[in-house]
């Protein structure tokens, strides 16, 4: 009946036409003066009022009130809410949840007014149609609510944040600031950093990456600390910042974890604890987004929030389906190897990401494939930072066309074009295939995904089987059938990842040859190095050539 009001506030009835109805809108009411005032109620009484048209359905041309398909919505077969949901596989737990919104477009008018200067960007960029996550969750954290959020990996859940953290700052206001966003590791807070600077271009609001390098935070003013509105971080980095009271975060309202479950997950739960306490404000929202998430996490979750809404699209804990799952029985670990170069021989279609359970074997597998011919990386938190972010960058422009990673790069990273990933070593839990796995077929695009096995993995190898499955991927019979790992098994790969040989195919005589190349290679470069230093004459055409070909020969060394 109020939104009856709300609708029909400045309407006037034709009582000839209407009949029946008049008298059932204005006899629920004692009289015609509290009709009024109801009408007058819900055409101005702003909270009641957003109350109201939460309630309805934005369209793009039709407006539909949920649960109750009109005869014209169906006849523009425009589906209601709940049926909308459904189609686009979003359920929500939780109570007055907010209608998902269908297009871009919608954003730009009554309830979400979005920010005009937004509104452009995100016009001119190169998305034209919201994905699920983002229809769904854009309007539960534009409503102040908490949120838990997951949905497969590439679906944009990073837009699905940033669209109404952005909408609700504003503008600068100089108080130091008021949104912190952390990430599991420095090259993903990097990447949301460079998300946030093209939606918010034109908007004044200023971001700070917080990482070691970040420079004198220590030695800035009051005054110039108060310049930044969101901070991103890692948990690591702002303990330590929190603790050298660097940081301030009391006047934080805005709290987003991404990749969530790994932040309130054993590794990271002690230092999360303490940023939550950092963030005293009262009024603080919590948004929490993933690709995958435990009910022991979410449980956990739950205690730190406060009534969230969660929304699960598809299937939760599930892989995008827009990746061909395979796997590829090798026997033994020499067997991997010899099933890697086969690959490499028969052409790979770059950028190609491989994945391994620790840095000593990632730099193993490099030694093995440096020599291949093929532009081969390695990247690990043993390389320093400034290596770390040249490999990412030539990885993604494609001057790299195999790298090789270990956990570090499993979650998070957009590599639109990654074609295949392959994982060398079984992942140490399903979580981390499914992450791994979806660094391809983002964004809708098609990616393959390859995990190489062993006889001795055989025991692990049942849960991953059923993401397969259960993302619609061919596994055999059999391997649906196998024995299922204990917890105290399954922990203990997660802790320490499965005993493997060393990666060596090489013989004696290769890994000579390999040193003498080394040798020469090394020699040169000081060579070069000397004539440099002593002002060097300008070098024949055919030393230059040499040069030339010994330099690119050391880039792909001097990283092993
Ligand atoms: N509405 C959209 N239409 C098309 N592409 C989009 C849209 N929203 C985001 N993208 C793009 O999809 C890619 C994946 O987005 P994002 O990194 O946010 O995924 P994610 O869900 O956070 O994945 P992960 O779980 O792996 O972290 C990005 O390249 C992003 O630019």
Known sequence: MDLFHLLGSGATFNKNRFKGDVQLFEAATDSQIVVAKKKNEVATNSELRDKLLDEIDFFKTTHTVVGTPTKQAKKNDAPTAKAFRKESQIRVYGSDVPNPFRTFEDLASPPYNLNPTIYRNLMQSEYKTPTAIQMQSVPIMLKGRDLIACAPTGSGKTLAYLLPLLQDLKKPEKTGYRA???????????????EIQKLSAGTKLKTRVLAKSTYATKAQTPKEKQKFDILISTPMRLVYAIKEKEIDLTNIRHLILDEADKLLDLGFLDQTDEIFAACSAPSVRKSLFSATFSSTVEQLAKTVM???LRVVVGTKNAATDTIDQKLLFTGTEAGKMVAL??????????????????????????????YEGINVEVIHSERTKLQRDNIIDQFRVGKIWVLIATELMARGLDFKGVNLVINYDIPRSVASYIHRIGRTGRAGRQGEAITYYTKDDMDYMRSIVNVMKES?????????????????????????????????????????RNAQKKEMIDASKKRKEKQLEEGGQAPRAKKAKKAKNSEAAVTATSTS
């Open 341 to 370: 170069r086969q690959f490499i021989q028969t052409g790979i279609k770059p950028p190609v990401l491989i994945f391994v359970q620790s840095i000593d074997r990632a730099k193993e597998l490099f030694r093995e494939l440096v």
């Open 306 to 308: 406060r009534d969230p």
């Open 180 to 194: 912190l966003i952390i990430a599991p590791t420095r090259e993903l807070a990097q990447q949301i950093d460079r």
């Open 472 to 512: 619609g991927c061919e596994v055999p019979d059999w391997m649906l059938k196998l024995k299922k790992q204990s917890r105290k098994g399954m922990n203990k790969l997660r802790k320490a990842g499965a005993e493997r040989e060393q990666i060596d195919t090489m013989s004696r005589y290769d890994k000579k």
